[in-house]
């Protein structure tokens, strides 16, 4: 769940409230979704996905739109709209969901918190305006949606529950060390009130921040100042999603790919899947009782050399049978990584295919997702969620 990247014509980009503070630390600024964004630090995208693999890292996730929902039954209202079953969420918790079409295909994809009278809504930066809009026009009367101006921090890594505890302190340092994964909590930080997620995007344990605009400089560098925590670009955060099997949206998964297709079909529950009542709920329902004519896969490309998006994947006889979507050199994995789609009957772990890259056919194995073990917090009893 992140943006695609963009060509923006950077007169009109926007600022993060951490641009300034992406400056002093030495980035490289990029166009991304809309906004001017670090694509790198001087430490480089191979220390840095190390980085978070190893300690903890900081991601400016600030771009990402926020919202609340509110009406007298917003989770009901929101499951006119997505196939995720919201109103089995129990308070403080939260969910991953796909904004549909009426075709079932995803217009994106986005996490849905259920809070004590309301939904908080997190949805991709290139798409927000879409989205908020495309919400906004579906909900029953009496609902409306509030759009946050708050920054948004991602500590991400096998440290960050050290690091956030001990800088929150006393019990409640011990209470968000313990956040079960995909939850929530109100609290404070150096006297600010934030809210704290246990989630990301990196397969990594860790939190997101979302806290007041004109406090997130302050928070980062305090976040920053600790021995654990590095800055960490969108190059690193790229590498890092695609070795845990995660979606980048406007790539892997977009308005012509339905969930079932890109193998979210995890996030669709029992009830939601039996009653439907969802934008493309029909296809969805006969994909998941058929299965779809093509899935989203693992690629292990042999050598070193990546294949990227877009390039043609073929099966032994050199037919054609899928493209693409993401592909990298993972760092952890030290080999080349990708994900794409192929068609049904193609998408078995270990079948031989060939990747077209630059005119030339390089072989590569269809392969389990994730490619890096995710290592999300699970409680003493051992729970997920």
């Known amino acids: 769940m992140t943006d695609p990247t963009t060509t923006d014509n950077t007169d009109a980009l926007k600022a993060t409230p951490l641009n300034a503070l992406h400056r002093a ?39 990402m ?189 977009d308005t012509t790919t339905t969930p079932i297709e890109a193998d979210l079909a995890w996030s669709i529950g029992k009830r939601r899947r039996e009653e439907g009542g969802f934008p493309g709920a029909s296809v969805i329902q006969q994909q998941l009782r058929d299965g779809a004519p093509r899935r989203r896969v693992g690629i292990r490309p042999e050598g070193r050399a990546p294949a990227r998006e877009g390039a043609v994947i073929v099966d032994e006889n050199g037919a054609e049978i899928g493209r693409v979507t993401s592909g990298g050199f993972g760092p952890t994995v030290q080999a080349p990584v990708a994900m794409g789609y192929v068609a049904a009957g193609h998408d078995a772990p270990g079948t031989r295919i060939g990747l077209v890259v630059r005119g030339k056919t390089v072989p590569a194995t269809i392969a389990a997702l994730p490619f890096v073990p995710q290592n999300y917090f699970r409680s003493a009893a051992g729970s997920k969620t």
Do not use: W
């Not at 007041?212 to 960490?232: C, F, M, N, T």
């Open 25 to 63: 630390h030495g980035a490289r600024m990029v166009p991304f979704a809309g906004y001017e964004m670090p694509v790198q630090f001087p430490a480089g995208i191979m220390k840095e996905h190390a980085q978070t693999r190893n300690a903890a890292g900081l991601f400016d996730v600030s771009h």
């Open 65 to 253: 739109g926020q919202a609340i929902l509110r009406g007298p039954d917003p989770e009901a209202a929101i499951e006119t709209l997505v196939p995720g079953n919201i109103a089995g969420l129990k308070t403080d918790r939260m969910r991953y969901t796909q904004l549909t079409n009426v075709k079932g295909g995803i217009l994106d994809d986005l996490m849905v918190t259920r809070r004590a009278d309301h939904l908080f809504l997190v949805v991709n930066a290139a798409c927000k305006d879409d989205d908020i809009a495309h919400i906004r026009s579906g909900l029953p009367a009496g609902h409306e949606v509030e759009v946050l101006d708050r920054g948004l921090l991602a500590l991400q890594g096998p440290q960050a529950a050290a690091v956030l505890s001990r800088l929150i302190g006393s019990a409640e340092g011990d209470a968000v060390a313990q956040m079960p994964f995909m939850s929530c909590r109100d609290s404070a930080f150096d006297g600010v009130e934030v809210l704290i997620s246990r989630c990301g995007y990196t397969g990594e344990d860790g939190y997101e921040l979302s806290v007041p605009s004109d406090k997130a400089a302050g928070i980062a560098e305090r976040l920053l100042d600790q021995p654990e925590v590095e800055p960490i670009g969108l190059g690193a955060r790229d590498s890092l999603r695609l070795e845990a099997g995660l979606c980048l949206y406007g790539h892997d998964i």
